[in-house]
Structures are given as structure tokens and as C-alpha cells.
């Protein structure tokens, strides 16, 4: 500084405050009641981006990504702004169609994307699939609601030359904290499952009456500690699953969205796994129906490609799943009513369900 000259301006205050500061608000999904607003600090913000995007390199070949999911989701947001601090490429579909999907990723040589199992399917439907050149593909991560085995399977033989990944999260933990990795997919045994927990992630399966830890394989609430979680500390999830002893999990549903029918309690997912196996059933959701009797019954709401009959899916169930979990309820739809972010309001389906019976 000279002598007499004014004073430089002072660098700025920088204190841990800013840190605290909320500088991204997400809601969650609302499936099981309205959606709850989540606040994510700037520190948050900045360690989630930073864990899982690359810095940007200005020697790097920047890759080309499409984001077609919505922004509010939790992988939209982060995966926008980790493409950015990335420094790649993103294609951004404002609405997804499956028809203009197919068509951005063979213009523009996308490589990665993210979907959700409703999004997936109706790509591998579509009529311009076939005749697509989709080589630019990399990787498909696949996440948000849960993929049918049979679905997850087509894909990969439809897509050879694709890695999929399958993440599992919520917007309480910023995202995914198990993934299911490329190579696990080919092992049957792992079918159905989201995979192990991710580094730095603690997970419990727990009774959730007791809060105590459940025997390995048997279904309980999944508890969540990690650097990630917006709250701190141990997070309950919601989400039934069971845990194997490699330590891969296996959704069952969410807590909320449990059938208890006579007292036998259990999620709809293996429900729907055994009636989507039917070769009629093109897609199908299952949901507990309100019964003086029991308590609930088991309702199903099912796009079928051929006329289809209760008993004919009770039949083929019968050596699938356990006889109290067979449908009893049965609504032919044209098609399952899914969110924006893949998901499906189980009330929503019950109510569809029982105006039709």
C-alpha cells in the first residue's frame, strides 16, 4: 500500500455460518402423504458434489450426459450440478418422451444417463428402439422406485454394450447410499437387489416397533448413518427390506405402504414380482385393500396384453409366494398411474382397486 493512497478493499468475512446456509430446498416424493420440504446446507451441498463428480479438467475429454429426470428430484439436482463442477456435457429433456430420448442420445453421442424403471421401459417399447443407434451408451444408472427383475433383465439384453447401475436413496441422504454394480447384475442371486452400502455408510434393518436389529434375511425398516444425511445422525428410512449376509439389500416397500391382512404383514414388491411373471400382465401394482374381515385384502391393478382372469393369477402364483399374499382384488387398467419421479401412490391404487370391485 502507498503512503496516502486509499485502502485496499478487505477480503470477505468468511465464517462457518456460511456453511449452514441453505442453498438448495428439495421435496420428497409425497407417496405416502404430502411431500415434506428438505433443506440442504451449502456445506452439504458442496461435500455431496464433490464425492461423487470429478473436478474439472481442462485437459479431460468432457463426457455428454443426459438429465431427462425431473429437477426436483433429488438426481436431477445433483446430477445437473455435478455434470457442471464436472465441466461435461448435459443434454437436458424438459419432459421425458421416450421417442425424443431416443433421438437426443443418437444425435448428440450421450453416453450416461440417469432413468427411472418407467422410463426404462417405455424406451425399450418404443417402436424407434430397434432402429436407434444407441452405441454412444456407456452407462445407465437406474434408481428413485423399484425395477422390475424382469424389466432390468430385458434391458441388459436388449443393451449388451451398457453398464447398469442400480442406486438406491432418498433426498434425506442426498441421493444414493447403496449402489448395485455392473458386474453384480449378471449374478442371479443378486437379482432384485440395490446392493451393498456405499463407503462411509452405516445400515441397520431393524424391527420397527422395538428399533431392535432384525436376524439377517428377515424384513425390517432400513436405519441410515452417514456424513450425507441432511439431519444427522441415524435416519429411518421408511424403506422394508432385508439384508443378506454379503450385506446386499433387498427392498421390500415402504413402511406406509405395508399390507396387514389377518395380521400377516408384509410389502407388495414380491407381489408384484410374481404377477408381472405372468404372461399376461404387462405391468401391475399392488396395494392393501380396507376389509371388516381381515383388515385388508390384497388388491392388484394390472395392464394386461391378454385377456386375464383373478383366478388364472392366483393359479400361477400359488408356487410363487406365500397363499395369504395372493391377490383378491383385481382391477384391469390401461395403464399404472406413475409420478414424475416413477413412483407409484399406493392409496391412489387402492382407491382405483376397490371402485373397480
Not at 74 to 93: D, F, I
Not at 103 to 123: D, G, H, K, N, W
Request: charged share 20%; hydrophobic share 40%.
Amino acid at each position: 500500500m502507498r503512503d496516502g493512497g486509499p485502502s485496499p478493499a478487505s477480503p470477505p468475512n468468511i465464517t462457518d455460518t456460511a456453511d449452514d446456509a441453505d442453498a438448495l430446498i428439495l421435496f420428497t416424493s409425497g407417496t405416502t402423504g404430502l411431500p415434506k420440504t428438505v433443506g440442504i446446507s451449502s456445506g452439504q451441498l458442496n461435500m455431496r458434489i464433490r464425492g461423487i463428480s470429478a473436478p474439472f479438467r481442462a485437459d479431460a475429454k468432457p463426457s455428454v450426459g443426459m438429465m431427462c429426470v425431473p429437477f426436483f428430484h433429488v438426481g436431477g439436482s445433483l446430477g445437473m450440478l455435478g455434470s457442471l463442477y464436472s465441466g461435461n456435457t448435459s443434454v437436458v429433456q424438459q419432459r421425458f418422451d421416450a421417442g425424443e430420448w431416443l433421438r437426443l442420445v443418437s444425435e448428440y453421442r450421450v453416453s450416461a444417463t440417469f432413468l427411472v424403471p418407467t422410463m426404462l421401459q417405455r424406451i425399450l417399447d418404443h417402436p424407434d428402439f430397434t432402429n436407434t443407434d444407441l452405441t454412444s451408451l456407456v452407462a445407465i444408472a437406474y434408481g428413485a422406485a423399484a425395477a422390475p427383475i424382469t424389466l432390468v433383465r430385458r434391458a441388459m439384453a436388449a443393451l449388451p454394450h451398457v453398464a447398469f447401475a442400480n442406486v438406491f436413496g432418498q433426498t434425506e441422504t442426498l441421493g444414493a447410499y447403496t449402489t448395485l454394480l455392473p458386474d453384480d447384475h449378471r449374478d442371479s442371486v443378486r437379482a432384485g437387489s440395490v446392493g451393498r452400502p456405499l463407503p462411509g455408510v452405516e445400515v441397520r434393518v431393524v424391527d420397527p416397533t422395538t428399533g431392535n436389529d432384525v436376524e439377517p434375511g428377515t424384513v425390517g425398516e432400513l436405519w441410515v448413518n452417514t456424513t450425507q444425511n441432511v439431519t444427522g445422525g441415524w435416519l429411518r428410512t421408511g424403506d422394508l427390506a432385508r439384508q443378506d449376509a454379503d450385506g446386499y439389500i433387498f427392498p421390500s416397500g415402504r413402511l406406509g405402504d405395508t399390507i396387514n391382512r389377518g395380521g400377516e404383514k408384509f410389502g407388495p414388491i414380491e407381489v408384484e414380482e410374481a404377477l408381472r411373471s405372468h404372461p399376461a400382465v404387462t405391468d401391475v401394482a399392488v396395494a392393501g385393500i380396507a376389509d371388516e374381515e381381515l383388515g385388508q385384502r390384497v388388491g392388484a391393478a394390472v395392464v394386461a396384453r391378454a385377456p386375464v382372469t383373478l383366478e388364472e393369477l392366483r393359479s400361477h402364483c400359488r408356487e410363487l409366494i406365500a397363499y395369504f399374499k395372493l391377490p383378491e382384488r383385481l382391477a384391469i387398467v390401461d395403464e399404472i398411474p406413475y409420478s414424475a419421479t416413477g413412483k407409484v401412490s399406493r392409496h391412489q391404487i387402492a382407491t382405483l382397486i376397490s371402485d373397480q370391485s
